[in-house]
């Protein structure tokens, strides 16, 4: 349910002593009971139809087994296709069995609807497990079978796995139209025509970034489970959407950060909250503008600029607050460094480098921005100032946060490097 965030001990199909064992297939060839096994597993992706999906292929005595795993474009669905192909030379019986064996903290009670031939669990939500094809279904086990499979022949079975309050299963015909919608979807988006490993990298990335965000523009900023929000990452990931292609769900991005993650004083908001201007990571408010100009040049949609201008007039202003700025050096100070040591560390008042990097960028992208509407004089004042701290950055005899062609990363205000503990 990507509108709430979770931890992998509180996903749906996450049980506390086996951790997500029970979820995989098991394929009875011939009353031997196979499971995939580390030495016959192999995973990849595929992308039929433009539709990321994972491949999962290992062996069941003389057979032969393939799972593709994929979720439709806006629907919570899982659908896992099992192929299994006889390799041997003689004919065998083959059953392929799925299991729905849900988290006991979330789900509280479990059915086996035998005339509906789905299983179903309930607690917070509801879970839903059946075959698309016809198939057995008892106790937790959903059981789809083929008599003598002859050699060489492949037997297929679909399985779905559904949240919510649907009281319908999902027929064949349906599936085919989600197939069909979530190709339209990916097809809409940038490839990279390139083979091999840039292409790979490419495909994952955007695969990677429409999985980690919810309808809404929910997503959780971290992959060690914080369950927390970064205006940081969260602009990156707009930049990343909009170079891959997927429009709309940058705009849906971009407008909840301005609506939930900016107030009206331009204060950007850091794991979920704010913690003061000692404490205030000053790239996040360029990298915001950066996020709101890139979206814009890229798509020629100034609609969002339109409607937040105010808190994008904000967001340009608070790095030159007094809390921040300094007139002797023309940068940006304050006591907290990039990788959230402060005073306990040893850190002191001082110059970060990407505390410069990112308001200078933002500033010039907000005065282009500012000049788009026609407001002349904001436009001067942002150009200004993100020249100042280039400027320091770059040239300042005593602040300057570049030497002999090598960054510096930290000064104090007396323009010693700044040295601090781990």
């Known amino acids: 349910d990507p509108e709430h965030f979770a931890r992998k001990s509180s996903s749906f199909l996450y049980h506390p002593e086996s951790g997500l064992e029970r979820t995989m297939v098991t394929v009875i060839v011939?009353?031997?009971v196979c499971y995939p096994t580390s030495s016959s597993l192999e995973l990849h992706w595929e992308y039929p139809a433009s539709v990321p999906t994972v491949v999962a292929t290992w062996r069941a005595g003389r057979c032969r087994v393939r799972e593709e795993l994929?979720?439709?474009v806006g629907v919570p669905i899982l659908v896992r296709r099992v192929r299994v192909t006889n390799t041997g030379a003689l004919p065998v019986d083959?059953?392929?069995?799925?299991?729905?064996y849900p988290n006991p903290m979330l789900f509280d009670e479990q059915s086996a609807l035998e005339e509906r031939r789905m299983l179903e669990a309930h607690g917070y939500?509801?879970?839903?497990?059946y075959a698309l094809e016809d198939a057995r279904v008892h106790d937790r086990w959903v059981t789809s079978s083929v008599e003598q499979l002859g050699k060489g022949v492949e037997f297929s079975t679909t399985f779905v796995y559904r949240l919510g309050d649907s009281q319908r299963r999902l027929s064949k015909r349906q599936a085919d139209a989600l197939r069909k919608k979530s190709s339209q979807y990916w097809k809409s988006t940038f490839e990279f025509r390139a083979k091999g490993m840039l292409d790979h990298l490419f495909q994952t990335a955007k695969n990677g970034l429409y999985a980690a965000i919810s309808s809404t523009g929910k997503m959780d900023s971290s992959i060690w489970q914080y369950n927390l929000e970064w205006?940081?990452?969260q602009s990156m990931v707009v930049v990343g959407l909009v170079l891959s292609g997927q429009e709309k769900l940058a705009k849906t991005l971009l407008d909840r950060m301005m609506d939930k993650m900016v107030n009206d004083e331009g204060v950007t908001l850091e794991s979920g909250?704010?913690?003061?201007?000692?404490?205030?990571e000053l790239d996040q408010n360029g990298e915001l503008l950066y996020a709101h100009w890139m979206y814009w040049r890229w798509t020629d949609d100034d609609s969002l600029i339109e409607k937040h201008w105010k808190k994008i007039v904000a967001i340009a202003e608070f790095p030159l607050r007094r809390e921040f700025w300094d007139d002797e050096s023309g940068l940006l100070r304050n006591t907290r460094e990039y990788w959230e040591r402060s005073a306990s560390f040893g850190v002191r008042e001082g110059y970060e480098l990407t505390y410069q990097l990112w308001p200078s960028i933002g500033l010039q992208k907000a005065a282009e921005m500012?000049?788009?509407l026609g407001r002349a004089a904001l436009s001067h004042r942002w150009m200004s100032a993100s020249e100042k701290i280039r400027h320091a950055m770059l040239s300042n005899p005593k602040h300057a946060l570049i030497d002999g062609g090598k960054f510096i990363k930290r000064r104090l205000v007396n323009g010693e490097r700044h040295w601090c503990r781990r």
């Open 273 to 280: 909250r704010w913690r003061g201007y000692d404490f205030y």
């Open 231 to 233: 205006v940081r990452d």
């Open 370 to 372: 500012a000049t788009k």
């Open 94 to 100: 083959v059953q392929v069995q799925a299991m729905l």
């Open 30 to 32: 011939k009353d031997r």
């Open 125 to 129: 939500l509801k879970l839903q497990l």
């Open 70 to 72: 994929w979720c439709p």
